[in-house]
């Protein structure tokens, strides 16, 4: 009973999660775009002219664009949510390891949200949308696999159905 509330309980706080990533439907601009005016000093909470050098100044402008996408912010909430479950499976099986833990964001967060990022900058460059869709449903498809395998090690089983569709 404790193990099904559980599960009902994680389920629930994903669902939250990745709904309430997802805040603003409207576009994104890419970085290949005109700058906009540097009359602001702050924009969303960061500084908009930090005085790098003009290279550094794309990449900034890049990784600004990179957080401004809802697909990255649904990325970054599915990956921070299975750390989550991994930490509290790990803390169950009692093999928990703090190190490792650093191991989630550089192994998922960091190429899932690199590769959707280029994706998305190059379907955008060439007009094929579709390609960053599709990649955003395979890394989604492959991050709902990993937390029915973390929930799977401590006996919380997907229904049948589902276990098929997933694996």
């Given at each position: ?23 603003d439907p409207t576009p994104t601009v890419s970085p290949i775009a005109p ?133």
């Open positions: 009973m404790v193990k099904k509330t559980l599960a009902i309980s994680l389920l629930a706080l994903s669902i939250v999660i990745i709904t309430g990533c997802v805040e700058p906009a005016a540097e009359s602001a000093v702050v924009e969303d909470g960061l500084p908009v002219n930090l005085d790098l050098p003009p290279f550094l100044d794309d990449v900034v402008e890049f990784f600004r664009w990179l957080a401004s996408i809802p697909e990255v912010k649904v990325i970054g909430g599915h990956v921070l949510f299975n750390t989550m479950v991994a930490v509290a499976v790990a803390l169950y099986t009692g093999d928990f390891q703090f190190k490792r833990l650093w191991e989630f964001f550089y192994r998922k967060l960091a190429p899932y949200v690199l590769v959707y990022g280029a994706a998305r900058l190059f379907g955008d460059a060439t007009g094929t949308s579709g390609l960053a869709a599709t990649l955003f449903a395979m890394i989604e498809a492959m991050l709902v696999a990993d937390l029915a395998d973390n929930l799977g090690k401590i006996g919380i089983k997907w229904p049948e159905s589902v276990a098929r569709a997933i694996k």
